[in-house]
């Protein structure tokens, strides 16, 4: 990822879900220096039930999620009927564990960003409602695009 990051220096880019450690974001300021981050705040129990709905069709990599996105029916993929499965790691012990380990490798990552005052923090229970909020912070920081005719 640092490759094509150093590769893309004067470019605008998003990341998403990276850093996660702060060896990552170390690693990441010798190479560019960060606008802003977005941290989503999420209930535990809520991001636990999000990530163990998810089921998947093991061939084609097709991904449900059983709250918002279920398939037609219940354990069966829409396009070849076969069953669906759930990774071992998405089930609710594992989920459980990710989230603890994640919650610890991730707050140093949300300190610092938040000392150097580019932290900007939103509840991630409602995305339809934030979202003109991170589109408007995004926009203050991405000059807009033109199109092919302008330039």
Not at 30 to 55: G, M, N, Q, Y
Not at 66 to 95: C, S, W, Y
Not at 104 to 116: H, M
Request: with cysteine.
């Amino acid at each position: 990822m640092m490759t094509e990051l150093e590769k893309r220096r004067a470019e605008h880019w998003l990341l998403d879900g990276f850093p996660r450690t702060l060896g990552q974001a170390e690693a990441l300021d010798k190479i560019c220096e960060l606008d802003l981050v977005i941290s989503l705040h999420i209930p535990f129990e809520t991001l636990k039930d999000r990530l163990s709905a998810r089921w998947i069709h093991p061939a084609s990599g097709r991904v449900y999620n059983m709250e918002f996105n279920p398939p037609h029916v219940h354990g069966i993929d829409d396009v070849t009927g076969e069953p669906l499965v759930q990774r071992e790691d998405d089930k609710p012990e594992a989920v459980t564990a990710r989230l603890r380990k994640y919650k610890d490798a991730a707050k140093p990552v949300i300190e610092l960003y938040k000392s150097r005052g580019i932290l900007h923090s939103f509840s991630g229970t409602e995305t339809n409602k934030i979202w003109p909020y991170v589109y408007a912070l995004l926009s203050n920081k991405i000059p807009p695009l033109r199109s092919e005719e302008e330039h």
